[in-house]
Every structure is written in structure tokens, then in C-alpha cells.
């Protein structure tokens, strides 16, 4: 049972794959439209294809709902947990949002333009469907972040781990791509506007 997917594509960024998105995601509202009063699922509602996508950036959510900025004042622990309680909960009234441009440290296998990540992540009433950034295909810029990830978890007491020597020999090869991860079960149910995952979910 597959629950995510994920999609790339060579000589891309993530504005290519926000395209894409934008647009499975409008094909398969309109298909889910044409059900009609057929749902498939129990108590299901179909909501049609009057889609409005919204883009937002990192920065602006965090100034605006958890009072600081992540570029300024860094916080792993404080980012995550606003992410949790404040920035997603705001996004919950906001329809279908794209949350984009991250912190360089919220995005270690990203592309860097001007200290921004070029990450995204695909909001639908609050819940994410999708990830995606830019993929990182300097080789030697991605040795020296594992190096310092390394660092910073032998300062913490944590485990190490071996640097993928075969993933970085690679990178060198790739000019340009991005890629998304998709999640296939909660992107039926809020195409479908089911109450809960696992209404469906095949199986259940």
C-alpha cells in the first residue's frame, strides 16, 4: 500500500514543480467534480474546481503569526514548534497555500538563491499534501553541509553518520533538478472532503 509519491524532473526548480502541482491538483478537483452525487466514500462532499491558490513565504508567516524572524534568530526547536501551533493552525482558514522559501537550515539538500531556500510545502486548510525544493547538485557545497551536520551532532552528543559518498559523486552530474513528495492519502481526502484519512483508505 502506497500512501506518497515522489516526482522529479531534470533542467527544473521548484517554481516548475509548483506549476505541476497547480495543475494536478486543479485536473483532479475537476474530475472529483464530475462525481457529481456518486461519491464513492461514505459521507463524502465534492467540492468542485473554484480553486484559488495562494503563495506565502516562510519570513512573512513567521513575522506575522509567531512575532520573529528565522533568518535573524535561528531556532531549530522554536521554528518547528511554531510551525506546529502557530504558522499552520493560521494557514487552516486560508484555502490551498504554498509556504515558500525556507530558512537554508530548514532545507539541507536544497538549492540556496540570496540566503533562501528554494523549498515549498503545499497546504490544503492547514494539512500538508506536498514537499519540494530545488535539488542541490553542487557536490562540493553539499559535502561541506553534511560536514558541518556532522559537526553540529557530535557538539549535541548524537550519533554520527558516514557521509554517502556515492550520493555526493553523483550530484556532480546533474545540472539542474527538483522534485516533490506527495501524499496520496491526504490528497484524497481533501479532494474528497472526507472527515478522516482513513475513510480513504483502501481497506479500512
Same mark, same amino acid.
Given at each position: 500500500e502506497f500512501t506518497m509519491i515522489e516526482c522529479y524532473r531534470k533542467d527544473a526548480t521548484y517554481l516548475d514543480i509548483l506549476e505541476d502541482t #497547480?495543475?494536478?491538483y486543479s485536473f483532479l478537483s475537476s474530475k472529483c467534480g464530475d462525481c457529481g452525487d456518486r461519491p464513492f466514500v461514505e459521507?463524502? #462532499?465534492?467540492?468542485?474546481n473554484n480553486l484559488a491558490f495562494k503563495e506565502i513565504t516562510v519570513r512573512d508567516a513567521y513575522l506575522s503569526w509567531a512575532g520573529w524572524d528565522p533568518w535573524t534568530d535561528w531556532d531549530q526547536d522554536r521554528f518547528d514548534f511554531d510551525?506546529?501551533?502557530k504558522i499552520e493552525p493560521a494557514l487552516k482558514s486560508l484555502g490551498l497555500v504554498f509556504l515558500m522559501d525556507y530558512p537554508p537550515q530548514a532545507a539541507s539538500l536544497a538549492k540556496l538563491r540570496d540566503e533562501v531556500a528554494e523549498r515549498w510545502e503545499f497546504y490544503?486548510?492547514?494539512?500538508?499534501?506536498?514537499?519540494c525544493f530545488?535539488?542541490?547538485?553542487?557536490?562540493?557545497e553539499q559535502r561541506q553541509r553534511f560536514l558541518k551536520s556532522k559537526e553540529e551532532r557530535r557538539q549535541l552528543g548524537e550519533a554520527d553518520y558516514p557521509i554517502d559518498e556515492e550520493f555526493i559523486a553523483v550530484l556532480g552530474n546533474m545540472k539542474s533538478a527538483a522534485g516533490v513528495a506527495l501524499g496520496i492519502d491526504r490528497l484524497v481526502m481533501k479532494l474528497l472532503s472526507a472527515d478522516e484519512i482513513m475513510h480513504v483508505r483502501c481497506g479500512d
Open positions: #497547480k495543475c494536478l459521507n463524502v #462532499k465534492y467540492s468542485g510551525m506546529a501551533t490544503s486548510d492547514g494539512i500538508e499534501l506536498a514537499n530545488t535539488e542541490l547538485c553542487d557536490s562540493d
